[in-house]
């Protein structure tokens, strides 16, 4: 594969992310996850959680977004949800997976997107695998603050996303049952379970002469080396 000179961005929904600006992100490739559309319109975007889609209020509010991006990935579990099948071309439903040998989750990194995505227990890894697939083997992250406030996850902290004004709906917790709502690894476990994942990525990523650069203003996750995005930047 012919790789870009240029890093690709991946953007998380950390506040770190309120250190960023729409403006800097448009000089770069960009893929980003869940409801990051609310706040900015990435190249790629990928959803898998099923509490973003459930009701006909989220999927309009994605379906109002689709169009300004040029790839959208959803999980193939998030497709039942859907009250309509006109989607844009554009749009692919992928199956998101974990494979397992023993019980134990396998440390595997996708390398044909088009057919099967490990899940890794983040859409940071599922991004990091359409990135590499779209031939940026260098990559720079925004955004990842890498802390989980409970083990409900912070998908369902309502403070954490109103800070990077990026809220998702609270309402599934409980009442059905779906989305990240039921984690089956408690905060520190689940920590260390994405740690792990992010490793399996850096060793592909150095495999394939590239990088993948940690840029979030603040982080707990320690497995990629720090670095300015801004350094990258076209102009």
Same mark, same amino acid.
Request: glycine residues 8%.
């Given at each position: ?6 890093? *690709? ?8 992310? @309120? *250190?960023?600006?729409? &403006?800097?992100? !448009? ?15 990435? &190249?790629?975007? #990928?959803?898998?959680? !099923? ?13 109002? *977004?689709?169009? $300004? ?5 959803? *999980? ?6 859907? =009250?309509?099948? !006109?989607?844009? %071309?554009?749009?692919?439903?992928? @199956? ?5 040998? &023993?019980?134990? $989750? ?5 390398? @044909?997107? #088009?057919?099967?995505?490990? #899940? ?6 599922? =991004? =990091? ?6 031939? /940026? ?23 954490? @996303? ?13 009442? /059905?049952? $779906? ?12 920590? #260390? ?24 203003? /603040?982080? %707990?996750?320690?497995?990629? !080396? ?5 350094? /990258?930047?076209?102009?």
């Amino acid at each position: 594969m012919i790789f870009h000179s240029e890093p *690709a961005v991946v953007i998380c929904n950390g506040p770190s992310l @309120n *250190a960023v600006n729409n &403006d800097e992100l !448009d000089q770069f490739y960009t893929l980003g996850q869940n409801r990051i559309y609310l706040r900015y319109n990435p &190249d790629t975007l #990928a959803l898998g959680d !099923d509490c973003m889609v459930f009701s006909p209020e989220l999927q309009t509010s994605l379906l109002e *977004a689709m169009p $300004l991006s040029e790839d959208v990935v959803l *999980a193939s579990t998030v497709e039942r949800f859907f =009250l309509r099948d !006109d989607l844009p %071309e554009h749009v692919r439903f992928l @199956n998101w997976v974990n494979p397992k040998k &023993d019980g134990e $989750l396998m440390g595997v990194f996708s390398i @044909n997107p #088009a057919e099967v995505l490990v #899940a890794g227990g983040s859409t940071t890894y599922v =991004l =990091l695998q359409l990135a590499l697939s779209k031939g /940026y083997n260098k990559v720079l992250i925004v955004g990842m603050d890498h802390t989980f406030v409970g083990p409900e996850g912070d998908h369902f902290s309502e403070e954490y @996303n109103k800070l990077v004004g990026i809220p998702y709906e609270m309402e599934t917790r409980g009442r /059905y049952g $779906l989305g990240h709502g039921n984690w089956p690894f408690s905060q520190k476990q689940f920590v #260390a379970k994405t740690n792990e994942f992010f490793a399996i990525a850096k060793r592909v990523f150095d495999e394939n002469g590239g990088w993948i650069r940690n840029c979030s203003s /603040y982080t %707990e996750c320690d497995v990629f !080396d720090k670095d300015e995005w801004r350094f /990258y930047a076209k102009i």
